[in-house]
Structures are given as C-alpha cells and as structure tokens.
C-alpha cells in the first residue's frame, strides 16, 4: 500500500506522489532563534521526524530542509533588549536549538538555512515579484504584496476572499486572522534595525525581510540550484502557520515563478501543557532542556508524542508523561530478552513468534501508511509485546523477532536510553558480586541473597548466566 497524507490544501487523506520519485523535497519551517524552543515547537518537528523517517523506510530519498529565523520582528526585539547585535544574540539559541534536537533524537536536516545568509536571494524576489507587478513600493518606503493581483490568495486557509480589504496594508510578521492585507515583503530599515545589524542596501531601498519572504526564498533558493526545480513535494509546520505565513509564501513563490510552490502541505496540532495553552503566564511553560534536566529520556517524550495523532491536540501531563516512561521500559525490557536469546535454549515454539513478528510489521505499515497513525502502530507494537512476553514465558525462541522488532521500534525510535553506569558504581557492584559469588561458593545463601537486595536497592539488576554473573542498571 502506498503512503497516504492528508493535505490541507485539499483537506483530505491523498496517495502520496512525488514530483521525482524517489526524490522527496520536504522543507519544515524551523525555529525562530530569539529565545529557547519550547515542547510545543518540538511537537511539531518530531512530527516531521516520524515523516521523514517513514518516507525514508517507505523507500523515498528524501531531502530535508529546515530553515532557522535568525532575523525578524521578535529577534530584532529581543536582541536590541539585550544590547547585542542580532547575530550575537540568536548563536547561543541556534546552538541550543541542535542540542535539543539530538536530545530528543530528531534526525538532522540535510541543511539548516539561516535567513541572514540569504539576502542576496531574497533581494532577488522581492525584485521578480516588484518586475511581475505583483508587488509595490508603498509610500512609508517599504515593499509590499498587492494581494488583488493574486486572485487565488487564502486557497490554503480557505480564507473568504471577500474579507480582502483592497489596499489595505500589514507590516507586523504576526497578523490576525481576520486581517487579510497587503502584507511587507521588504521593511525599510528604522534606527533599531540600524543598531543591531538588522538592515542591508537593496535597489529599492535599505531594509531588511519580512518573516514570509525569507522561507519562500530560501526553499526556492534550496531546490532550484540542487534540483532545478520550482515546486517541493512537502511543506510542513505547526497549523497555526497556516494563515498568515503559509499563505504568503505560497503567494510570494507562485507570485514569482507561477509554478505551484508545494504539491503537499502538513501541519501538526498544538501541544498544551496540563490542560492549558503554554504560557510563561500560566507558568506551564516548558522547554526540551527543562525534560532534559529533570532526567526524562527522550524516548518517553517521543512515545507519548506517538501516541497522539499528529492532527490532534496533545496534553503534555506528568501522568501521561510516567504511562510512557513505562512503556518504554517495557519495550526496553522486551528487547533485552529478545536480545538475550533466552528463547533459544527451546527452539520448538520458534514458528509462534516469528509469526506474530510478520503480523507486526504489516500492521505496523499499515498505520503509517494511513497519514501516519502512530497511535495505531503504538498499539501494534504493545500487542506484539505482550504476545512475545507470553511466548518467550513458555520457552519460544525469538527467531527472526529481534530485528523486526528493531526494525519497527528503530521507526518510532523509542527504546530507552542506555544507561550508563558511573565508575565508582561499577566498581562498587563488582566487590559485591565477587562477594556475593564467594557466599554462595561456600553455601551461604542467606548472605546471596542479602547482597542481591543490596544490589537491587540502588537500582542494580542481576542476572546468573552460563557465563557468569551479568548486571544492569534497571
Ligand atoms: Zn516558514
């Protein structure tokens, strides 16, 4: 079965084409680098991570493009706030922004595209789309989008064009909803721009980009010098930048080479924090390194992120938060004792679980396969699970299970994070074991078994082997 998307252009689960197969062109709106990422962003990207990795598995060679908002109204803001010129400020939070990023396992773009290192391609837009006559000089010196000369301006937000407001003009980045105008292409430079590096020369005047035109000329910019083309297979990001800033680039780029931007459009639903919008003023605010701190492993994070469909609302709460901190120690469990080999000793029940392995990965596809319902192919897996426990209870072998098990895990990429264990504990367990291997030499099992809870106490689980005495920390 082919992979199916919903599209938000058409509102509706399409077969997934690409304009080349296998080539994919998937560009994911990044960060704005004024400040820290919150989970809510990162909600959004894992969402891009789950499909990147399934087209990926899907067999498609895609290549991913994630820009990073290194200048616009809220890092003009926060950097003059500051002190700093722009490029000063926003380093540190790109650098962040990738920590995070590994953190929660998110694999990385093929490029990173920093806006300010785009000016010269979005100069060159900005001047297409003023020969074109789709865009104008306004009198306050900035350029803008005359949204009457783009008759199909709002097909994505399926906004009433009667809402228009002919000549009616917007030069904040953030606009409402309910305020379709003529929106800045190109800001004329003011003093703050001035002072924190934020303006270059340009042949219809210094200024600097709006926040919209820097994503169409860099995605524009990516796929015509490496592919030459003009449209990309997928556009993804949050819903809430559909209407404005979707919307604009789609007007910009078409705008510009009266191609069709994007074949696919994807956007991921909002993240709340328990029960509420995330807010500095409610004080739910949260960010990847606040999980990393408090000693979350990332694949609890990405599990319960599954476990929502990427188009519904998810509620971000500490007992969904422990259910999947569970969940991937059971996974994490169930690998180690499909990796142990404990089935092996009876091979008789090998057939058993390969066939629940087949049963898994077809399902497994299935789910993914239908606008990515990983909800449906968590559930997959925690039912292979549960059958597999049961089978290798009864001495099955694990046959061929393993690595269809890693196959599909290695997907959602959702088994725990190995734990490693400091020096001093292992020395510490190992003068306990050889104690522990003394006592029962000479029949001292009550002392075995003492220093086994000992063991276990901080958090040392052991197992007696063939080959000797082996130890983790649970
Ligand atoms: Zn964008």
Known sequence: MPVALYNTLSRSVEPFQALAPPRVTLYTCGPTVWNYAH???????????????????????????????????????????AGKRITDHTEPFTQAFFEDRDYLRIKPAHVYTRATQYIPQMIALVQRLLERGVAYKGDDG??????????????????????????????????????PSDFALWKKADAEDESVGAAWDAPF?????????????????????????????????????????????????????????????????????????????????LTARDLREQGVDAAAVRLLFWQSHYRQPIDFNDEALAGATEGVRRLGELHARLKGGEGQRKAAGDGDLSVQARTLETEFAAALDDDLDAPRAVAGLFEFSRGANRELDRGAGA?????????????????????VADPALASWVAERLAARSQARKSKDFKAADAIRDELRARGVEIED??????????
């Open 39 to 81: 989970i809510g962003n990162f909600r959004t990207f894992l969402f891009e991570d789950l499909l990147r990795r399934w087209l990926e598995h899907s067999g498609y060679d895609v290549f991913h493009i994630m820009n990073l908002t290194d200048v616009d109204d809220r890092v003009i803001k926060a950097a003059a706030g």
């Open 142 to 179: 900035s350029v803008y989008f005359a949204l009457s000369k783009f008759p199909t301006y709002g097909r994505l937000s399926r906004l009433d064009t009667r809402q228009i407001k002919v000549g009616a003009r917007v030069a904040s980045d953030e606009y409402a909803k309910d305020d």
């Open 205 to 285: 005047g210094r200024g600097r980009p709006g926040w919209h035109l820097e994503c169409s000329a860099m995605a524009l910019d990516e796929i015509g010098k490496r592919f030459d083309v003009r449209t990309l297979d997928i556009h993804c990001g949050g819903i809430d930048l559909i209407f404005p800033h979707h919307e604009d680039e789609i007007a910009q780029s078409e705008g510009a080479t009266g191609e069709p931007f994007s074949r696919n459009w994807l956007h991921g639903e909002f993240l709340n924090v328990r029960g509420t919008k995330m807010s500095k003023r409610f004080g739910n605010f």
């Open 399 to 419: 046959g061929d299970a393993l690595a269809t098990f890693e196959r599909v895990a290695g997907v959602l990429d959702v088994l725990p994070t190995p734990k």
């Open 465 to 474: 082997t063939p080959q000797g005495t082996k130890w983790r920390v649970a």
